[in-house]
């Protein structure tokens, strides 16, 4: 597809939804606020994430379009508030992917070639982003509070690892481990599948609900004060 044709796309979606918007349009959408969308964009980006699980590209695509509508939606009605559009949200991540890959379009080509290079370069641009903004104290600060509760978990103790603050995982993170097979892996994976259930079927059997206890102790561990060094570790 041709330039043009992009753009005359992204242009119909954009003039459809400002009609849509507009006093002689749908006065559902005419309501529409960006807090009243925010269900809607958790469950679109779900509903996505279970066409690509499923293979179905025919789906994917559907719901590639479903969530690009919100994104579309919500440029609408900032540009109604006079804040932004959907040229400026296009305009600044395409600037953010430019300045978070200097090894690919700056002044740092074939500098970076191994994974720690990467890690190192991203932490000294991150330090940069956040000059002037309110830095994060804990590293509950780091995640959104809408993450379902194992994603956010595991992000933690992700960020906790990476700062050394996890006493629990730390000897076992420097272990020496061998490599493993796809098989093993997959077996692996399975296995950890299995624990979880058990210990949800567990919880429901106890009258917990599993979703609030991991949330509610991993607000809890999150309190802990991130070290002057680790403020640049956002959630990628």
Known sequence: MTISKHAKALNDLLETMATLRSP??????????????????????CELIDAIESGDDDQV??????????????????TEYGQFGFTEIAQ??????????????????????????????????????????QQPKTFSCLLPKQLPAL?????????????????HLKQINSEARPEKRK???GLQ???????????????DNAGVDSESALRRVTSRIGKTPLPETNHSDKTR
């Open 61 to 78: 695509l559907a719901e590639l379009g479903d969530l690009l509508l919100q994104v579309v939606f919500l440029a609408q009605i900032y």
């Open 151 to 167: 994603q956010r978990a595991q992000k933690l103790v992700q960020k906790l690892t990476k700062a050394g603050l996890d006493i």
């Open 24 to 45: 002689a349009g749908c006065p559902w959408d005419a309501q529409q606020t960006p807090l009243s969308l925010t269900p809607y964009i958790l469950e679109e980006a």
């Open 183 to 185: 098989e093993e892996i």
């Open 189 to 203: 994976e399975d296995a950890i599948g299995l624990a979880l259930l058990r210990l949800i079927i567990a919880a």
């Open 92 to 133: 600044s991540i395409h600037a953010k992917l430019l300045r978070r890959h200097p090894h690919v379009f700056g002044d740092r080509r074939g500098m970076v070639t191994t994974a720690e290079d990467l890690d190192r370069q991203w932490e000294q641009i991150k330090k940069g982003e956040i000059k002037g903004e």
